[in-house]
């Protein structure tokens, strides 16, 4: 009976590590895609010469308020975010790969050690 409760917890280990894994995973690349479209529709109202200044403004708070408080420079924060998701999202096939393989190899080796 030991037996069957040791491996039931250690598949259910793998499983819960590797669902974090997929669930930040998926969570980094929404926020990357979000943050990149609504900084995308910033520029446009930017660059739209019908819009005066106060319009202008309006429309860019409505699709992201921006947080910075350095004077002119208007979404310093979301533009170094977009580009630190950038990397982050680029470089992480490999390691995340590499973390589902050590789990899943693991957790194979100690569910077998359980019942050799």
Same mark, same amino acid.
Do not use: H
């Given at each position: 009976m030991s037996d069957i409760i040791l491996? /039931?917890?250690t598949v259910l280990g793998a499983v819960l590590t590797l669902g974090g894994l997929a669930y930040g995973a998926r969570k980094l690349a929404r926020? @990357?895609?979000e943050l990149g479209e609504k900084l995308e529709a910033v520029a446009a109202i930017g660059a739209? $010469? !019908?819009l005066d200044e106060d319009e202008r403004k309006a429309r860019r708070?409505? /699709? *992201?308020? $921006?947080t910075s408080s350095w004077g002119d420079v208007l979404y310093f924060r979301e533009w170094v975010r @977009?580009?630190?998701l950038q990397q982050a999202v680029s &470089? *992480? &096939?490999w390691p995340a790969a590499l973390t589902a393989s050590g789990v899943? *190899? !693991?957790t194979v080796a100690s569910a077998w050690s359980v019942w050799a």
């Open positions: 491996t /039931v917890i926020e @990357y895609k739209d $010469p !019908s708070n409505a /699709v *992201l308020p $921006p @977009y580009f630190i &470089g *992480l &096939g899943l *190899l !693991s």
